[in-house]
């Protein structure tokens, strides 16, 4: 009884890593991406629980669908899969650090993009409804997706990967709708993707280290 007891414990708290993991590589990478941008628009439109509870509900289908699509490469063989995922992570890093100077500017140009979509009004279910199609539709694809499904495919287990990287988005939905503004004047967004690049690179070294060690 008492040798099993510290593996039963080891188990939750690599659960936990791998969660916080998920969370710190999708935070930084969402920020300062359209999710965040879409989400303040709906909520300067509409009430605010209900932009929330639309918006994370549409977070919880794409991460569902992402952590599926990383378990089915997960069964392909181990080697090249991690080399993919690690490529996936170091594609990242790359294209973070590219769009880094262009992060206010285009931040800019989401917000008038979304601005001219939504309409003035809705309440209640109404609200919900069209802030879970507008981030449904809008993320397929996304770079957060792809680092989730490549974190699942590396090997990390599929449900502290979802709760991590979900938990990400609904954390930073919930600033985009209660700190939204102030979040764009007082942090630097070029500064957000250099930390949320050099989270990819990281996991980019690391994966290939696992492979070849």
């Not at 109404?126 to 449904?136: G, H, K, P, Q």
Request: glycine letters at 8%.
């Amino acid at each position: 009884m008492l040798g099993s007891r510290p593996g039963r414990e080891r188990i939750p708290m690599e659960y936990l890593v791998v969660a916080l993991t998920a969370f710190a590589m999708v935070l930084p990478v969402e920020l300062p991406d359209k999710t965040f941008v879409a989400t303040l628009v709906l909520g300067t439109r509409y009430p605010a629980l209900p932009v929330w509870l639309g918006v994370i509900a549409a977070f919880a289908v794409q991460c569902g669908v992402a952590v599926g699509a990383g378990h089915l490469l997960s069964r392909l063989p181990q080697q090249p899969v991690a080399l993919v995922a690690a490529a996936l992570f170091a594609t990242g890093a790359v294209v973070l650090l590219r769009g880094a100077r262009r992060a206010d500017a285009e931040e800019k140009k989401h917000e008038q993009e979304y601005a001219q979509r939504l309409t003035n009004g809705a309440r209640g279910w109404r609200a919900a409804t069209t802030s879970f199609l507008v981030l449904f539709t809008a993320e397929w694809g996304d770079l957060s997706q792809l680092l989730t499904a490549g974190l699942v495919a590396s090997g990390k287990p599929a449900l502290p990967v979802f709760v991590g990287s979900w938990v990400a988005l609904v954390t930073v939905s919930g600033a985009a709708v209660l700190l939204g503004r102030w979040l764009l004047r007082h942090v630097r967004l070029a500064v957000v993707r250099y930390v949320a690049a050099a989270v990819c690179a990281l996991l980019a070294v690391v994966t290939v280290i696992g492979v070849v060690a």
